[in-house]
């Protein structure tokens, strides 16, 4: 066997993973309805590349439109004229005529005509609307003269959206509060069907087929078994499916029947083969009556999006003729087991898709392909009357391929293994510390331990006790820092007495060095020149020499007396210097300070740990 086919691990963690991976994610997305309105527009779509089946040759739709109602004068049309359509038709000898013509009121002329014509014909089915069980919606009962098996309600069931994709066959009508009882709003009434079902049920009757219900309880047209529409069928999901109800199978979005104007029909102006054995339904198809309904073909039309409530009303009839006389097939559905692995395969080729190509041309080709083929097997299964998911396995499909190639090109780059390192790490570390933690746990729950913590707190208490006795015996600290303090600071209070006296004998004295040599006093030859700047007097001018001293002139004896008072002075001012020199140098209060620092440090000494340990075992030796 070739490398290529062989499997390996690589190869099934990548594929498997990543496709289970992204089908959890999808069918999540589809069970909370993400995907439902994908799934509903590919169904449309699909509608609408289905081959037009042409007109059903069963059915005749008489339209009421505007070019009518301008050729007839009136508005809304009496029930003289209504009257007398069908006359005509009955003449034309139909099978079935559906009357879907609201006539719960009055309208013009003819009244009682339009009741007897009702209530001797067995083959008009008339309409009634539905109640929504409060009182301004209290419905509209059926025209007088008609059987309550003649009786059908025209509503249809409208998706999100406004499109018409579904219709219901039988509901318990809802009974407003303190209105007018009828056929449509009695909840007394077992349960009412629908206007298609009773046309098609009064239709096959006349040959010979009656409605059933098979060992399951469905119902069953002849042989034919009508499966109904459940929550999660196809591409619904949580899904109001009440009434029994039935996904339609539209015929043609141009001309389901042969179409017949009201006007022509009342003027004889019709071909007989047009009615007769046909089911003949009658209806507006004109804006003034607001009973028309989106579909399927609305989007791919520019004008005449919607489509009349009668028409509509012929798409039903048609599907269920089919299905009994004809054998075309009603939509079918897989179960949820299903569908979820069909979800998944698709997904699954995709990751092999992206695994086994890795040329990014080639893997756009591939991919583009295959993505073709599962789209086209799914319309392949809707062309046989199967609806089956189709946008979520092509989503599967792509975003299962992408997240391979990024995974590859991940794991290629290294990150794969850092961040697989990073979380073994993580569980490691979670795995040791838990382990650390019951082994832990195993100490502490020891005998053993717990004679440690007993001996711990014995130790602790003995300390304690040693610790208070050796405070006890030593003089507390605070004491010798005091005194210390309170001696340093009378030093420098004497310190600054000394230099207050000295300070003194300063400011008293007088200079000696002018008392000393007072010839320095006299004026200088400069001053005599200059008398501004010296301020000498005219007489010192004069006579200069009677400015100094001489033998004829001796010095005057109080400048002795002075000389000899400055001297004296000068030296008791060397004495008290001296002095204070002394002073200092015998008591200098940095020593002093010096002593006690030293004495408190020695009794802090004292009362260290260690210190106190010593004491109390000196203590204990002596006591022992």
């Not at 499997?7 to 069918?27: D, W």
């Not at 179960?335 to 997904?347: A, F, K, Q, R, T």
Request: aromatic share 8%.
């Amino acid at each position: 066997m070739s490398n290529l086919y062989k499997p390996t691990l690589n190869f099934v963690k990548s594929v498997a993973v990543a496709s289970v991976a992204v089908t959890v994610l999808l069918v999540g997305a589809r069970q909370i309805g993400m995907l439902e309105p994908l799934e509903l527009g590919a169904f449309d779509q699909m509608l609408r590349w289905r081959k037009d089946e042409g007109p059903d040759p069963r059915l005749l739709i008489v339209r009421i439109t505007e070019g009518d109602i301008q050729r007839l004068k009136e508005w809304p049309i009496s029930d003289r004229k209504v009257t007398n359509l069908l006359q005509n038709l009955e003449r034309l000898e139909p099978r079935v005529i559906g009357l879907d013509l609201l006539r719960d009121v009055p309208l013009g002329d003819g009244r009682a005509e339009l009741t007897k014509v009702l209530q001797q014909s067995k083959r008009i089915v008339g309409v009634c609307l539905l109640s929504d069980g409060t009182a301004e919606q209290p419905g509209s009962p059926p025209a007088p003269g008609l059987a309550n098996s003649q009786v059908g309600f025209a509503d249809l069931v409208v998706d999100p959206g406004g499109v018409l994709r579904r219709t219901a066959f039988f509901i318990k009508p809802p009974e407003p509060p303190g209105v007018e009882k009828h056929l449509c709003n009695n909840s007394s009434v077992p349960f009412l069907s629908s206007f298609g079902f009773q046309i098609v049920n009064l239709y096959l009757k006349q040959q010979g087929i009656k409605p059933g219900t098979s060992p399951q309880g469905k119902l069953m047209l002849g042989s034919t078994v009508i499966n109904p529409l459940e929550k999660d069928s196809g591409g619904y999901k949580n899904a109001n499916v009440g009434g029994y109800q039935l996904l339609i199978n539209y015929r043609s979005a141009r001309k389901v029947a042969q179409f017949a104007n009201f006007a022509d029909v009342l003027e004889g102006k019709i071909d007989p083969k047009l009615v007769k054995d046909r089911i003949v339904l009658i209806g507006y198809a004109t804006d003034t009556v607001k009973d028309a309904f989106y579909t399927p073909y609305s989007a791919g039309k520019q004008n005449d999006q919607s489509m009349p409530g009668i028409v509509a009303h012929a798409q039903i009839v048609s599907q269920l003729l089919s299905a009994v006389l004809d054998g075309r097939p009603l939509f079918w559905f897989w179960p949820e087991w299903l569908e979820v692995l069909w979800i998944w395969g698709w997904s699954m080729v995709g990751a092999v898709l992206a695994w086994r190509i890795q040329q990014p041309l080639r893997f756009g080709l591939a991919g583009g392909a295959i993505l073709g083929v599962s789209l086209g097997i799914g319309f392949g299964i809707f062309i046989l009357g199967g609806w089956v998911p189709v946008v979520t396995p092509a989503i599967a499909l792509m975003v299962t391929a992408g997240s391979v190639v990024l995974g590859d090109r991940f794991n290629k780059g290294g990150y794969g293994k850092v961040i697989t390192d990073k979380v073994k790490q993580v569980f490691k570390i979670e795995i040791d510390q838990s382990k650390k933690e019951q082994q832990v746990a195993e100490i502490t729950e020891s005998e053993f331990f717990r004679e440690l913590q007993q001996k711990k707190s014995e130790l602790k208490t003995r300390k304690k006790e040693v610790s208070e006795t050796a405070i006890s015996l030593t003089p507390a600290p605070e004491t010798a820092e005091s005194e210390a303090e309170d001696y340093f600071a009378q030093l420098q209070q004497k310190a600054k007495q000394q230099r207050r006296k000295v300070s003194e004998v300063s400011e008293e004295s007088v200079s000696s060095e002018a008392i000393a040599h007072p010839e320095n006093n006299y004026p200088t030859a400069e001053a005599i020149a200059h008398p501004e700047n010296h301020h000498l007097t005219a007489e010192a001018i004069a006579h200069p020499e009677n400015n100094h001293p001489t033998a004829e002139n001796p010095p005057d004896d109080g400048f002795a007396d002075l000389a000899a008072k400055a001297k004296q002075m000068k030296r008791r001012r060397t004495q008290l210097e001296a002095d204070n020199s002394n002073l200092t140098q015998e008591n200098p209060p940095d020593e002093g300070f010096a002593d006690l620092a030293a004495k408190a440090k020695q009794m802090k000494r004292r009362r260290s740990p260690e210190k106190l340990e010593e004491v109390a075992t000196e203590k204990k030796d002596e006591e022992s």
